[in-house]
């Protein structure tokens, strides 16, 4: 066996216990690396350790580490940490894309609530405004007010009419498509 596949088992060991103890030393692009036999023995960190063959891998560890495993070989050991690491890093992202779910969730649920707000906020307006400008037809046509006010009301009520009349009271029989507020949006 040459030495040089001997340190490099062993600095997997060391690279497995070190992001045991402290999951933030394991990039998140080393952990698909770290799912397999094979593609543990295939990973490769610049100063650390390079790609072995799963073969050399095995008599490597099994020659550096069987001080280390009680009642397993060296490498079932390493395969161990291994398995133990890809499995906390795997629960941790997972729990991370469940929290990222929630937020999205909680955020969407938020502009829901503020758009139900804005639209019953929108039909009070609507219905104020109905009234208002119901009152101001009235008063353009009442027989106590002096003629001259009455015409200022009637004036307004008919520009206000000319202006706005599509919206208030659409004519959907000549065909006149469904207006919307933003030009382009739904409608």
């Not at 020659?63 to 629960?91: H, I, P, V």
Request: aromatic share 8%; hydrophobic share 35%.
């Amino acid at each position: 066996m040459r030495p040089e596949s001997v340190t490099n088992a062993y600095a997997r060991y060391k690279y497995l216990v070190n992001g045991i103890k402290d999951n933030s030393l394991v990039a998140n692009k080393d952990i698909d690396s770290l799912s397999s036999q094979r593609a543990f023995a295939g990973m490769s960190i610049s100063g650390m350790f390079g790609p072995l063959s799963l073969n050399t891998l095995k008599s490597a560890a099994n020659q550096c580490l069987d001080d280390k495993a009680s009642g397993m070989t060296g490498f079932e050991y390493l395969n161990n940490l291994r398995a133990d690491l890809y499995a906390t890093l795997k629960w941790k992202s997972n729990s991370k894309d469940k929290n990222k779910t929630k937020r999205s969730e909680e955020f969407l649920k938020k502009i829901k609530n503020e758009r139900d707000k804005a639209e019953c906020h929108n039909l009070v307006l609507t219905k104020a405004y109905s009234e208002l400008l119901a009152s101001f037809q009235a008063l353009s046509h009442d027989e106590n007010i002096d003629q001259r006010t009455r015409q200022r009301f009637n004036n307004v009520v008919e520009r206000h009419l000319e202006i706005y009349g599509a919206i208030i009271e659409p004519d959907l029989s000549v065909g006149q498509e469904r207006l919307s507020v933003i030009k382009g949006g739904r409608s």
